[in-house]
């Protein structure tokens, strides 16, 4: 497990993330993201409810062995912010690589 906590704005760049590459479910993306965050499905639906809520994701039903599963799938507004977040998660890995790697050097110094 990874010692770095994620904030919301990263967790929510992990699920749209995830949801672009299939339809996904709560439990199967909360696996994925537990990948790197010790995250509870307490913290998830919320996140995901949030993204639903601001257009990103769209919500549908599929029977799954008898019973119903919600399904999360990206929409055009949730690709937008998908490659927003990205760009601005790309812009701070690198400057954080920067830094821990030293070719970072304050103006002044």
């Known amino acids: 497990m990874f010692y770095y906590p994620l904030s919301s704005l990263l967790i929510e760049c992990l699920i749209l993330s995830i949801v672009e590459r299939e ?11 537990k ?16 993204l ?4 990103y994701l769209h919500t549908y039903s599929k029977e799954f ?10 929409t055009d ?3 937008e912010q998908l490659i927003f977040l990205k760009k601005e998660w790309n ?4 400057t954080i690589d920067d830094i821990i790697e030293g070719r970072m050097i304050p ?3």
Not at 65 to 74: E, L, W
Not at 91 to 94: N, V
């Open 52 to 55: 639903e809520q601001n257009g």
């Open 91 to 94: 812009e701070y890995y690198h």
């Open 65 to 74: 062995q008898g019973r119903n599963r919600k399904y999360y799938s990206i």
């Open 107 to 109: 103006d002044g110094k």
């Open 77 to 79: 507004s949730g690709k």
């Open 35 to 50: 990948l790197v965050a010790n995250i509870k499905e307490s913290t998830l639906y919320p996140i995901l409810r949030k």
């Open 23 to 33: 339809d996904s479910y709560g439990y199967e993306i909360s696996q994925t993201v």
